[in-house]
Structure formats: structure tokens, C-alpha cells
């Protein structure tokens, strides 16, 4: 688990730059037959920009939500399996990246030697934890479980201090659940309900497929629903998860022994690699008390059994079919309402990605990531920053002091585009054919793990990248006051090199402001221009931006996404927030450019200010099973794609003036009602 960091989109993929080594020729940006012009742009601006799209790219079993990114991930999955594919066409030498892409990926693609296997990989797992013979074994169980990827009970990770941006500390959270939200545990409506019971098929069935017998399954079931069921109680829920104040309790090993004594924490934090531990960050206290409670109040077999399970559910993606079937079943149809697997080969794609990721990201750069497109955007960026500073010193609502201490800030962004500087190395990862798939995922989670440990008590690198260069995605790190635009999100509908500035504005212009906005949301404004928690505004600057703040979190909160279900508005703040500032500070820089120009002429019958507008709209077009927007509205961020268009344009004040929006339409909002923060 990461420290808190912003998202733009709501997806991460590996993409690949689509023919951008081509010549530049001036491109349309926007395609009109992705529109659908007889909807009213005032009453329905999501079907209006993107109703043909909408229209032409209807969900196929396989998804639960369709988008643009998944359009351009489709196209990238191809491009970076033919990528790997050529690495197997050339000799490698044993331990080279090109042998370790290709052994991994290979035994990813080998169905009949994973069928033929089917559990017998994890099994030598599951013995050895059904061969504890006392819970006194559980602290050097659970440091191995925590290097191999497993996390029962809590999360860890080690990352920057909140309070002291510059060192890494060793942060541990509650955790411990698999259903996906504590929620799930504790509604008691019918579908909540039901999912409840296909989750105990689901561990059933596993421990069934693993050589235990019925009554062993069923015990198992009952076993993993007690204990989650009861870490799910005590969690916090993820709108005070947004709270960092309420989620930073540094203390010393001493007092976490006497907040959760029926763990050996020296021995554990000795046994992971941090010896010599004297202080650490527990988000939450009340969780990992109740960890403490569970091992003692549970037996050794109900121990046994969750710890088993949080194998097998962990392993069941790298087993023979009948695992992976049996967990897809689960959380792809019953969660998100999918009706079949990705064909292996994606699977296989997105596998490498995480396991190897830099190394293919340093295959793709060198392919498809041309120099001008970063150019570009380190143009755009200076563009947005100049907007965004322009935007703080002219808010009526914050003091001078805040002002300043807000444009020392942004005045410190770290701007990272396309790709690192260094490249991650693998050396230490070994990748042997002559193993299981699962026994290689095994290998390459130590990996993994060991690399982030060995960062404990070191200084904080900010020149680290947390995504690859292959993600279309961005974010905004607040430890590290930065926002990274890794290459792959550098592509259309985002960033089109050959199209107007209109487009480009609108699209990744609102993502590189959206990032921008993050650092000043209600989380991330509570952190300094060094990365630190403290608060640096005014107490009455504070209660202002609190008091703009709810008008957008009623506002979603009134939103009906489906039924009678509503958007979450606290939840959604953030990203709701840097939507709404994203827009106005690109909407402000692309206005800049154009001082002192000839009024730029329609295309396609659209003036600017409509193009602008469209090619946001566009980043968002997807098509989604009410499944999947009832999980989402559960347990993510950001609002639903739809409501990023018709919940964010309607405080937009240019968006009226470019439609011709009337208070007869039906996203009209009175001007005194807009939101107004950024």
C-alpha cells in the first residue's frame, strides 16, 4: 500500500504512444460522429459530446466499464505484446530483462501446464500454515506472509513521514478485508446480501479446489467471515481515510506494543527488515487494537483458515483455471457485473506490467515516445502554472498570507512528464521457466517488498516515479509537492501533438491543472510547499474554503446515479474539486494564449470555446453495467464519468456562455449557486 496519492482518471493501463514517430499534420482533434448533436448540450452535455461514441462501443462481455482509456488500451495491450514478442525472437542470455520478460510472460500463457498443475503450486504454502502448532508462531508467519504480497490482518508500506516529508518512515493501516469496502461486511440490504453469500462460495470453493474437504471449507468460510467481518466493523470508512489528520498517529514501538500486545512487533519489524525501529506512523488506532483482540479472542484453527485463505485468494490468479474462474466469478460477475475473463494473453500483459513495469516502460519510451511531445507539455505545464497563479492572487475569498504561502507551493511543484530519469533495476529478480507461475509471482513480490523496505529510515527520493511510463494516468503527491504525466497518457483523446490548442487545452490541459488542483483540494491543501503536514492558512481562509467545499459535496450528494442510490459527495471531494479547478485554471491559460491573437476560426462548425468544452467531455465518454456504478459510488473517488461532465461543467461559467445555457435547461445552476474555489 502507497501513501496517498491523486489520481486524474479512474483507470491505470499500460498504453502505448499511438504513430507518434509519424509527421506532423494539423488534425481535426475532435470527431463529430462521437457526438450526438440532437441531444440538448444544456440538458445532457455527457450524451451530447459523446453519444455517438457512446453509441458505436457497447460493452462487451468482458468489461464492466468501456471507456476511451479502454478503446486505447485495447490498442496498447496489442502494440506492448508485440513488444514482448520481439524480445522472445532475440537471443537473451539467462538473467537479462529480455529472458525475465519472456519466461514470466511465457508461463503466464501456458494453460495446460497451469491446468495441469492446479493447486499443487500453493499447496506447500497452505501445509505450512496449517502446521503452526501455537499462535506464539504467528509474528514470524505473518513477516513471511508480508514479503510474499500476503497481507492479513493490516497493510504496511514505508514512504515519506507526514510530519517529515524528507525521510521514509514505516506507516501500518487497517486492512485486512477482501471483500473490497468494509461495507460489504456490514449493509444489510438484498444485494449486499447476496454478495455476502457468493463471497462464502467463493472461499468454499477455493478451499475445496485446494484438497480441503467440505466440512474443512465450510469451518474455513465461517472462520474468514468472523474475523473480517469484525476488521470491517472497526475500520474507518473511506471518507475519514481523506483525513490525514485523523489517519497520522506517530508512535513508539513501546506504545504499539501496549496498544496491540498479542503481536511481537519488535520481532516482526526485526524479521521484515526495519531492526532497530524506534518510532512509525499507525493510521489507525482503533483497528490495529482490534487486530490484537481477534488473535486472542480466535482460535488457532480460525487463525489457520483466514491466513489460508488470504493465500489462496492472493494465488488464485496465477493457478489453473478452475482458480481463477472460481475468483472471477466473484469479483468480476458478482462485484462488477462482467460476464467473461480477458483473453489470457491481456492477463499475461498487465502481469509483466506490474512485475517488470520500468523495464518494458524503458523498451516502450525508446519506441513510441517522441522528445516533442514532452516539449509540449512542459510548455502546457508552465502555461497551467502561470493560470493557476494568476487564479490565487485574484480570489476574493483568501487573505494575502494564505495567498502567499499558496504561490510559494505551487512555485515548488515537482514536474515529472513521460518517463524517469533512472530506470528502476532489476537485476536482483530472478525468473525461472522450470517454476510455477505462482512461485515466480512469489519471487517477484519479495522483490518488490525488499525494495520498498529498503528505503526505512532513508531520505525520501523524490526523483522516484510511482507509476510507470506506460500509464495513462497522472497524479499529485503531496509528500513530495509533485505531479507526474507519465508518456502514456500523452496520446489522444488527452494530448494530441497535430491538434489545436483548444483540444489540447481542454483535455490534458484540465488533467495537468486537475493534478495542479489536488495540491489545494481538502486534502492536499494541508500540506506545505515541502510536502508536510501542517496548516499553513488562516483559520477564516480555512472556514471560507470549508464553507465553498460543501456546496460541492451537496451538490453530488443530490446526484442519483442509479435508483435510488446517490453519489457520494464527501468522498468524491477531492477529485470533484480538482475537476471544477482543473477546468477554470486551463480554461484561464488557454484564454492567455490566445491575447493579442486572431480569434481563431470554428472547426467543424465549433467555435473554441465549444472545442474546449467537447475534448473534456471526450476524455469521459464510457458505457458502464449498474453493477459496476454501484461498486464504484461504494468505493471510489471519483465521481462516476458521466458526472465528471454534467456535475463539473455546470459550475463552469464559460461552458454557459460557449452553449448558450438557459435557465430552462435542465444542468443549469444559478450563477450564485456555481461553485467557486479555484
Given at each position: 500500500m502507497r501513501?496517498?496519492?491523486?489520481?486524474?482518471?479512474?483507470i491505470?493501463?499500460?498504453?502505448?504512444?499511438?504513430?507518434?514517430?509519424?509527421?506532423?499534420?494539423?488534425?481535426?482533434?475532435?470527431?463529430?460522429a462521437n457526438m450526438d448533436t440532437t441531444a440538448v448540450a444544456g440538458n445532457d452535455f455527457n450524451r451530447y459530446a459523446n453519444g455517438g461514441w457512446m453509441a458505436t462501443n457497447p460493452l462487451k462481455p468482458e468489461y464492466a466499464r468501456f471507456g476511451t482509456f479502454d478503446e486505447l488500451r485495447l490498442k496498447s495491450q496489442m502494440q506492448v505484446k508485440e513488444l514482448i514478442e520481439e524480445l522472445a525472437t532475440t537471443s537473451a542470455t539467462d538473467g537479462s530483462l529480455q529472458q525475465k520478460i519472456g519466461s514470466l510472460y511465457a508461463l503466464a500463457l501456458d494453460?495446460?501446464?497451469?491446468?495441469?498443475?492446479?493447486?499443487?503450486?500453493?499447496?506447500?504454502?497452505?501445509?505450512k500454515l496449517r502446521a503452526m502448532s501455537a499462535k506464539s508462531e504467528l509474528t514470524g508467519v505473518l513477516a513471511g506472509m508480508f514479503r510474499d504480497g500476503v497481507n492479513p490482518f493490516f497493510s504496511h508500506y514505508v514512504y515519506a513521514d507526514d510530519k517529515n516529508s524528507s525521510l521514509n518512515i514505516l506507516h501500518v493501516n487497517q486492512g485486512g478485508f477482501r471483500m473490497g469496502d468494509r461495507d460489504y461486511y456490514l449493509e444489510k440490504d438484498e444485494r449486499t446480501q447476496h454478495i455476502r453469500a457468493k463471497y462464502i462460495e467463493l472461499i468454499e470453493e477455493l478451499f475445496t479446489l485446494s484438497g480441503h474437504t467440505s466440512e474443512e471449507a465450510k469451518n474455513a468460510s465461517t472462520a474468514v467471515m468472523k474475523i473480517e467481518t469484525q476488521l470491517a466493523k472497526i475500520a474507518f470508512p473511506r471518507e475519514k481515510l481523506r483525513d490525514p489528520i485523523a489517519n497520522y498517529h506517530k508512535i513508539t514501538l513501546e506504545e504499539l506494543s501496549r496498544l496491540s500486545p498479542d503481536i511481537n512487533w519488535p520481532l516482526l519489524f526485526d524479521r521484515i527488515g526495519t531492526k532497530g525501529l524506534k518510532e512509525l506512523n499507525v493510521g489507525q488506532l482503533e483497528p490495529i487494537a482490534e487486530v490484537s483482540r481477534l488473535i486472542r479472542e480466535s482460535s488457532l484453527e480460525e487463525i489457520k483458515f483466514y491466513l489460508s485463505w488470504n493465500v489462496l485468494n492472493l494465488a488464485s490468479s496465477y493457478l489453473s483455471d478452475e482458480f481463477s474462474d472460481a475468483a472471477f466469478e466473484f469479483y468480476g460477475k458478482t462485484l462488477s457485473g462482467k460476464e467473461v475473463q480477458q483473453e489470457r494473453w491481456k492477463r499475461a500483459v498487465d502481469v509483466i506490467d506490474e512485475s517488470l513495469g520500468e523495464a518494458v516502460g524503458q523498451i516502450?519510451?525508446?519506441?513510441?515516445?517522441?522528445?516533442?511531445?514532452?516539449?509540449?507539455?512542459?510548455?502546457?505545464?508552465?502555461?497551467?502554472q502561470t493560470a493557476l497563479g494568476e487564479r490565487i492572487q485574484n480570489l476574493a475569498w483568501m487573505g494575502d498570507t494564505t495567498k502567499v504561502k499558496a504561490l510559494e507551493k505551487l512555485g515548488k511543484f515537482h514536474v515529472k512528464i513521460g518517463y524517469p530519469n533512472k530506470w528502476r533495476d532489476y537485476s536482483g529478480l530472478a525468473v525461472s521457466k522450470n517454476d510455477a507461475y505462482w512461485v515466480n509471482i512469489l519471487r517477484s513480490n519479495n522483490f518488490d517488498y525488499d525494495y520498498m523496505i529498503s528505503k526505512f529510515d532513508k531520505p525520501v527520493d523524490k526523483d522516484e516515479w510511482l507509476m510507470t511510463p506506460q500509464t495513462v494516468n497522472a497524479y499529485y503527491n503531496p509528500a513530495t509537492n509533485e505531479i507526474c504525466f507519465p508518456a502514456g497518457i500523452l496520446q489522444p483523446p488527452f494530448f494530441n501533438l497535430n491538434a489545436d490548442d483548444a483540444v489540447n487545452y481542454g483535455a490534458i490541459g484540465v488533467v495537468i491543472g486537475h493534478e495542479m488542483t489536488h495540491g489545494f483540494d481538502d486534502y492536499g491543501r494541508q500540506f506545505d510547499k515541502d510536502g508536510n503536514l501542517t496548516d499553513w492558512w488562516t483559520s477564516s481562509d480555512a472556514e471560507r474554503f470549508t464553507e465553498r467545499a460543501k456546496v460541492l459535496v451537496d451538490y453530488f450528494d443530490n446526484i442519483v446515479v442509479l435508483d435510488t442510490v446517490h453519489a457520494n459527495g464527501k468522498l468524491t471531494l477531492g477529485?470533484?474539486?480538482?475537476?471544477?479547478?482543473?477546468?477554470?485554471?486551463?480554461?484561464?491559460?488557454?484564454?492567455?494564449?490566445?491575447?493579442?491573437?486572431?480569434?481563431?476560426?470554428?472547426?467543424?462548425?465549433?467555435?473554441?470555446?465549444?472545442?474546449?468544452?467537447?475534448?473534456?467531455?471526450?476524455?469521459?465518454?464510457?458505457?458502464v453495467r449498474d453493477a459496476e456504478i454501484l461498486r464504484l459510488t461504494k468505493i471510489d473517488p471519483h465521481a462516476m464519468a458521466k458526472w465528471r461532465v454534467n456535475g463539473a461543467l455546470p459550475q463552469i461559467d464559460a461552458w454557459y456562455d460557449a452553449f448558450g445555457v438557459t435557465p430552462d435547461n435542465t444542468l443549469f445552476v444559478p450563477k450564485e449557486k456555481r461553485v467557486a474555489i479555484w
Open positions: 501513501k496517498t496519492i491523486y489520481f486524474a482518471l479512474f491505470t493501463s499500460a498504453m502505448v504512444f499511438n504513430a507518434c514517430n509519424q509527421p506532423q499534420q494539423a488534425v481535426a482533434g475532435i470527431n463529430p494453460s495446460a501446464r497451469l491446468n495441469s498443475d492446479g493447486g499443487a503450486p500453493v499447496l506447500p504454502y497452505i501445509e516502450y519510451v525508446e519506441k513510441y515516445f517522441p522528445p516533442a511531445a514532452k516539449e509540449k507539455m512542459l510548455k502546457l505545464v508552465d502555461d497551467l477529485e470533484n474539486i480538482a475537476d471544477q479547478g482543473g477546468l477554470q485554471v486551463s480554461w484561464q491559460a488557454y484564454q492567455n494564449t490566445l491575447k493579442g491573437q486572431v480569434a481563431p476560426a470554428p472547426i467543424d462548425g465549433f467555435t473554441a470555446a465549444q472545442r474546449f468544452f467537447i475534448a473534456y467531455a471526450t476524455v469521459w465518454a464510457s458505457n
